[in-house]
Each structure stands twice: as C-alpha cells, then as structure tokens.
C-alpha cells in the first residue's frame, strides 16, 4: 500500500512553546489529508481535513488557532500545535487518501510538560 | 446517524486458530466503504482490508476476509491461522457517501485482539 511518513514520532516540549508535526506522502500525492487525535485506549477523533492549496476544515469543538494546518504541497501537511499545554498531550496521527483508501503515518506522541 | 459499533472490548484467540471480529454500522447512506484496520502498541494504523456496499464478493486479503452482510448491516473481520503477531487493537471504520467530499472516515471504539500460544 501507500507509505505515509510522520514526524517526528516523539516529542516532549514545555508548556507555552509551540510544536510541529509534519506528514508526508511518499510515494502519491494527496490533495486531502487527515489529522486524528488519539487518547490512551480509545478511537481516532478526527481534528481536521488538510487541503492543499486551501484552508483545512476543522471538526466541531476543534480550536482552529491552537492546532494550525498548513498543506503548502501535494505530499506535505503539518500540524502546529501553538502554544502548547499538558492538556495537549496525546497522541497525533495523520492520513492521507490513495485511490479511495486512508493510509496512516505512524503516528506522533506529544508530552508537554 | 452514522455510526460504527465494535461489541467485543477484548477478545482472545489460540494461535493458529480463526477468530472473528465484530463489526455492524448505521447508515442512510446507499454507497459506502467499509474498512478495517490494526493498530499494533507501536501506534501506526495498519490498513488490512475494504469492503465496498456495491461488492456483491466478500473482500479478501490473504489472512483477513470480511464477512459483509449488508442487509444485517454487519463487516465482521475474519481472522484465518492467528499468529502471535495478530495481537493488536483492531478498528472498524466507514465512509459514507456523504462525508462531505473529503472521504471522511467513521471510527469504531476498537477491538483488542490478544493471541496466545
């Protein structure tokens, strides 16, 4: 299947500094690309859809200015979580569509101190 | 509304035995994907198998077959020859027609999937 490459897959920052995530695909491009948050023994919650060229769409009860999106080309996305906080802390993965099929990065743990 | 329902928490399977997970979704939707992926500790979300509501075969994946009944509405994964490898969360997942565009993906609360020798 289609490889999607996250980064990084861990980081710890202290509260009130910014981080940032980036996925890429590697071998297709994706106009859309997908960031899920993911708390210990539970689902993926869907944050926002990543467009390329475009503003990203954001869920319900998302805060759009804490969790910046930026889909500058057709195989990159980043997540920029802004001035972070211990509550932020989880983790992030993200996804990009190939021919009708989600496929994931890795993944992302954030610990903010 | 849309919805995915996985039934079972935690589920245990001998190695080398077949083990079948519980799937069954709600939707108004004619034209949907059904999927299923694994999620090792690692983290990474696996994808295993697709399952589309026009398919009239049921999808097939080497080891994984997903038995769809679409009038039960149910996508139950099947698990031939467990390996120990096998052991993971396992998480049902669908897109409705009416995700906006964006194929937008319903999750379910997750399966874990624990094979012993």
């Known amino acids: 299947g289609a490889v999607v490459s996250q980064h990084p897959s861990w980081v710890i920052c202290k509260s009130g500094t910014s981080v940032k995530i980036e996925c890429r695909s590697l071998?297709?491009?994706?106009?859309?690309m997908f960031w899920y948050r993911q708390f210990p023994k539970q689902s993926l919650m869907l944050m926002a859809t990543?467009?390329?060229?475009?503003?990203?769409?954001?869920e319900q009860g998302v805060e759009k200015d804490k969790f910046l999106i930026n889909h500058a080309s057709l195989t990159l996305s980043t997540l920029t979580v802004t001035s972070a906080h211990p509550e932020d802390s989880s983790f992030y993965i993200c996804?990009?569509?190939?021919?009708?099929?989600?496929?994931f990065g890795a993944g992302t743990r954030l610990s903010v101190l | 509304a849309q919805k995915i329902t996985q039934t079972q928490p935690g589920m245990f399977v001998q190695e080398k035995e077949a083990v079948t997970l519980d799937c069954t979704y709600d939707?108004?939707?004619?034209?949907?994907?059904l999927f299923w992926y694994k999620q090792p500790s690692s983290g990474e979300m696996i994808f295993l198998i697709y399952?589309?509501?026009?398919?009239?075969q049921n999808a097939t994946e080497g080891r994984y077959s997903l038995n769809f009944q679409k009038a039960r509405k149910s996508a139950n994964l099947v698990i031939s020859a467990s390996q120990l490898g096998d052991s993971a969360m396992y998480f049902c997942a669908m897109r409705p027609r009416g995700s906006g565009g964006y194929n937008k993906l319903i999750f379910g609360a997750g399966t874990r999937l624990a094979v012993h020798p």
């Open positions: 939707t108004s939707d004619q034209s949907y994907g």
């Open positions: 990543s467009n390329e060229g475009s503003k990203a769409t954001y």
């Open positions: 996804s990009a569509r190939d021919r009708g099929v989600q496929y």
């Open positions: 399952q589309g509501s026009y398919d009239e």
């Open positions: 071998d297709f491009q994706a106009t859309t």
